[in-house]
């Protein structure tokens, strides 16, 4: 079993930047993707940003150039840099963990983007 959780949501203005973490625990192992997805209001969940066990990672075109995804610690936090905020940004951020035996999701957190 593993355990996410999100931290690092908040309120920034247009054109700032918020690192986002996500702590794993738990039986963290044969990990094939860790990502971020976002829900805004009244929206379906969207892929952000996701980085494959073996180093691949892609971007939502939204975001391209803009945020950053990192993975440390032997697969056991994952990080999102992003800069040049805009308030379409605005959404909650959920760290997902994908491996054989399922997928794994964090409560979330929220950002909020102010213009």
């Known amino acids: 079993q593993v355990q996410l959780m999100e931290s690092g949501g908040g309120l920034v203005q247009a054109g700032g930047s918020l690192r986002l973490s996500c702590a794993a625990s738990?039986?963290?192992?044969?990990?094939?993707?860790m990502g971020w997805f976002r829900q805004a209001p009244g929206k379906q969940r969207e892929l952000v940003a996701r980085i494959i066990s073996g180093g691949t990672i892609v971007y939502a075109d939204s975001v391209k150039g803009r945020f950053t995804i990192s993975r440390v610690n032997a697969n056991n936090t994952l990080y999102l840099q992003m800069n040049d905020l805009k308030p379409e940004d605005t959404a909650v951020y959920y760290c997902?963990?994908?491996?054989?035996?399922?997928?794994?999701w964090g409560k979330g957190t929220l950002v909020t983007v102010s213009s």
């Open positions: 738990g039986s963290v192992k044969s990990i094939y993707t």
């Open positions: 997902n963990l994908g491996r054989f035996d399922g997928n794994y």
